[in-house]
């Protein structure tokens, strides 16, 4: 069982950035592809970004591309997502996952993330 803890949210003026942390409870999390997800009130959760074991590939959203960033660290354990430039609409949970059966990878899905940690809020004010 693989545990994850968010951490680094917060409450920001729009135009802002911020830099949420995700930890990892063990090593083998470096095979694993990892992502952040998100989640506003009263709508679907959504994919933000995606990564890959190695790290070379990543996989970001329409709506995120060119402000956030992803990033990890397996020799800490540790996934990273860089937010710039961010907007009211950026508002939500985040969750940072792991998938450990070794599917495509994809902010598109979810449903292939088996491992989740409890979230971050984030808010971001106009």
């Known amino acids: 069982q693989e545990h994850l803890v968010e951490s680094g949210g917060g409450s920001v003026q729009a135009g802002g950035s911020l830099r949420l942390s995700c930890a990892a409870s063990?090593?083998?999390?470096?095979?694993?592809?990892m992502g952040w997800f998100r989640q506003a009130p009263g709508k679907e959760r959504e994919g933000v970004a995606t990564i890959r074991p190695g790290g070379g590939s990543t996989y970001l959203t329409d709506s995120v591309k060119g402000r956030f960033t992803i990033s990890r660290d397996n020799t800490k354990k540790m996934l990273y997502l860089q937010m710039n430039s961010l907007k009211p609409e950026d508002t939500a949970m985040y969750y940072c996952a792991a998938d450990g059966v070794g599917g495509s990878c994809s902010p598109l899905r979810d449903d292939e993330f088996d491992f989740w940690g409890q979230g971050t809020q984030v808010a971001v004010s106009s």
């Open positions: 063990s090593n083998i999390v470096g095979f694993y592809c």
